[in-house]
């Protein structure tokens, strides 16, 4: 089946410093991609998102380019800051995906960030 | 303002107790979700719905139930039959299972058993 796959966390960075958080997936489909931010005790937040391949998504300084050719989704951001800290996933709906499911997110398994100032 | 409203934030149950947690949507959303997540574990699906009075099971739907009488609510049972139910559960909603529909999370319940 479908899955998404992120770099293992923690990741800490310094304030100003370039963010990348790798993402790579597999789909029987041409999925849609999206990554969300989840802050402490919150839900998630939709943080951008790409439907065909060679989008780039972009939101609030992050972007993501969907790569068909690599499978990749990987968020950059550069230059983070303390407010930035949080856990990100990584997620796909792929409208081939099996039992029906189709508009159903997959997700990874987050990325915590945290920023020191 | 529109949103997603879980209730309660934060839940203590016993052990062989069932327990219901609420979400309310006023997006005017078809589709409704019920996640699990657990540290290290990403999101799960419990339980989905497209439209009223239509449901189904994710992937870890053993031991939960739901209902969705209402267009505009989703409440998920957690029932005695499930095994480890301490998580944080999240409600969702989008406009249709559409793939590049966006979902909108509420913001959490967090139940934990004794």
């Known amino acids: ?117 | 303002d529109g949103g997603i409203t879980q209730s309660p934030k934060y839940l203590f149950r016993k052990e062989g107790q069932n327990v219901t947690l609420s979400c309310e949507q006023n997006l005017n959303h078809d589709a409704m979700y019920w996640y699990r997540q657990d540290p290290g574990q990403g999101l799960r699906l419990i339980y989905y719905s497209q439209i009223v009075n239509d449901f189904q099971k994710g992937d870890i739907a053993e031991g939960y139930s739901v209902s969705r009488e209402k267009k505009e609510s989703f409440p998920l049972t957690v029932t005695s039959a499930q095994k480890n139910p301490t998580a944080f559960y999240l409600c969702a909603s989008s406009m249709g299972l559409v793939i590049y529909n966006e979902q909108f999370f509420g913001p959490g319940t967090r139940l934990t058993v004794l």
């Open chain 1, 1 to 117: 089946g479908d899955s998404v796959t992120q770099m293992e966390g923690p990741v800490t960075l310094s304030e100003e410093a370039f963010l990348t958080i790798n993402c790579t997936y597999t789909a029987t489909g041409y999925p849609s991609l999206f990554w969300y931010v989840q802050y402490p005790g919150e839900g998630l937040q939709l943080l951008l998102k790409a439907t065909k391949a060679d989008d780039k998504g972009s939101n609030k300084g992050f972007e993501a380019t969907y790569r068909k050719e690599t499978t990749s989704f990987h968020l950059e951001k550069g230059s983070v800051q303390v407010s930035d800290s949080a856990v990100y996933f990584c997620a796909l709906s792929d409208p081939l995906e099996s039992g029906g499911s189709q508009g159903n997110l997959i997700f990874g398994k987050g990325t915590k960030l945290s920023v020191k100032p």
